[in-house]
């Protein structure tokens, strides 16, 4: 996965509870960015980040946050868990103007 | 109109076979062009780029692009039951250099033995 790791693998929630979905890279590379995959719906741009303490939103930004405190880690936080965040969440970083993922977290909320 | 679009398939060839996979794209401005595969449960690979017209070659696979009309397309030449996966299309977002992308939803590829 092109030195990116994100953490956990799996999580479960009941809705309204919180959780943070960790994400890093060893490459020391500026860009990073959250994606989403529904089934039937490809990948959609949560949020990104062009550099450390820059963040900006995505296509489907509502009911997240991010925070990028460093170059190496990005981290996407959902205060109140909905089921509709059901998801598989990638995170990605770019190389060379191409992107790499991270192994991916699976996110059931109940 | 989706801005990326990729028939969901499956497309499905035989062993050998080269298979063709298509897809469109709205953004005129868009100049960078990707094919990603994903295995299931897996996350998406990089496999080819490209941002001129005409053809790119990597191997077996070869991306050919379309700016004028709008279409970018993969080609697997001597496909093999280990390219049974699902290829995602993806497109930059306007001409900018943020590394926003647009997938299309992926093209199930069956590779038959």
């Known amino acids: 996965n092109a030195g990116v790791t994100q953490t956990p693998k799996f999580q479960v929630l009941k809705t309204g509870q919180s959780m943070t979905l960790q994400c890093a890279q060893d490459m020391n590379h500026n860009s990073m960015y959250w994606y989403r995959q529904d089934p039937g719906m490809g990948l959609r741009l949560i949020y990104y980040?062009?550099?450390?303490?820059?963040?900006d939103k995505g296509e489907v930004p509502n009911g997240y946050n991010v925070s990028r405190l460093n170059k190496r880690e990005f981290s996407l936080r959902l205060e109140s868990a909905a089921p509709s965040q059901t998801s598989v969440y990638f995170c990605a970083v770019l190389v060379r103007n191409e992107q790499f993922f991270g192994p991916g977290t699976r996110l059931t909320v109940l | 109109q989706k801005e990326v679009e990729q028939n969901s398939g499956p497309l499905s060839v035989p062993e050998g076979a080269i298979a063709s996979l298509n897809c469109t794209y709205s953004d005129r401005g868009s100049q960078s062009f990707f094919w990603y595969r994903q295995y299931s449960g897996k996350s998406p690979e990089l496999i080819m780029s490209i941002y001129s017209n005409g053809d790119k070659e990597d191997g077996r696979f070869t991306a050919q692009l379309n700016k004028a009309s709008q279409y970018v397309s993969l080609l697997i030449r001597d496909s093999q039951p280990s390219d049974s996966a699902t290829y995602l299309c993806?497109?930059?977002?306007?001409?900018?250099?943020?590394?926003?992308?647009?997938f299309g939803q992926g093209t199930t590829l069956q590779v038959k033995p």
């Open positions: 993806a497109v930059n977002r306007g001409s900018s250099n943020t590394g926003k992308l647009i």
């Open positions: 980040s062009a550099s450390e303490g820059t963040t």
